[in-house]
């Protein structure tokens, strides 16, 4: 999965910390275990904004369907158990009066829809899952 980090970071007798995920910190999600409890860190953007906090699409996996860019959704037709051809329009990303519409990758059946109308997203966030039939 991509910005995933797993290792230790620092141990002393006392402490043990085990970074388990993180993304950039324009992604700003850190997950980590200290004293045995896993944790899980929001980082709040430049402007005191609360970062995206939902899934990503993984660039390896052929059924995830990723926002090209950042913006907000501005169309969300993908419905899960809906059937569609490959191109099929899925979603409407806008952002600075630019639209790009977000197509199906292969033919299959939308199994996770992940975002709503009118959501902000980021680069790469998780939009849809289509599952080939």
Same mark, same amino acid.
Request: glycine share 10%.
């Given at each position: 999965?991509?910005?995933?980090?797993?290792?230790?970071?620092?141990?002393?007798?006392?402490?043990?910390?085990?970074?388990?995920?993180?993304?950039?910190?324009? *992604?700003?999600?850190? *997950?980590?275990?200290?004293?045995?409890?896993?944790?899980?860190?929001?980082?709040?953007?430049?402007?005191?904004?609360?970062?995206?906090?939902?899934?990503?699409?993984?660039?390896?996996?052929?059924?995830?369907?990723?926002?090209?860019?950042?913006?907000?959704?501005?169309?969300?037709?993908?419905?899960?158990?809906?059937?569609?051809?490959?191109?099929?329009?899925?979603?409407?990303?806008?952002?600075?009066?630019?639209?790009?519409?977000?197509?199906?990758?292969?033919?299959?059946?939308?199994? *996770?829809?992940?975002?709503?109308?009118?959501?902000?997203?980021?680069?790469?966030?998780?939009?849809?899952?289509?599952?080939?039939?």
């Amino acid at each position: 999965m991509p910005g995933c980090a797993s290792g230790e970071l620092a141990t002393t007798p006392a402490l043990l910390l085990r970074l388990l995920f993180t993304h950039s910190l324009a *992604r700003a999600s850190l *997950r980590y275990v200290i004293g045995g409890r896993e944790q899980h860190v929001k980082v709040k953007d430049a402007q005191g904004d609360d970062a995206f906090d939902g899934e990503y699409a993984d660039a390896d996996d052929a059924n995830h369907v990723g926002a090209p860019m950042p913006g907000v959704v501005e169309g969300f037709s993908a419905k899960a158990g809906q059937v569609v051809e490959e191109g099929d329009e899925l979603a409407v990303v806008c952002a600075m009066k630019m639209e790009i519409k977000v197509k199906a990758p292969h033919a299959g059946k939308v199994s *996770r829809t992940l975002v709503q109308l009118g959501d902000k997203v980021v680069e790469g966030a998780l939009l849809v899952v289509v599952e080939p039939l």
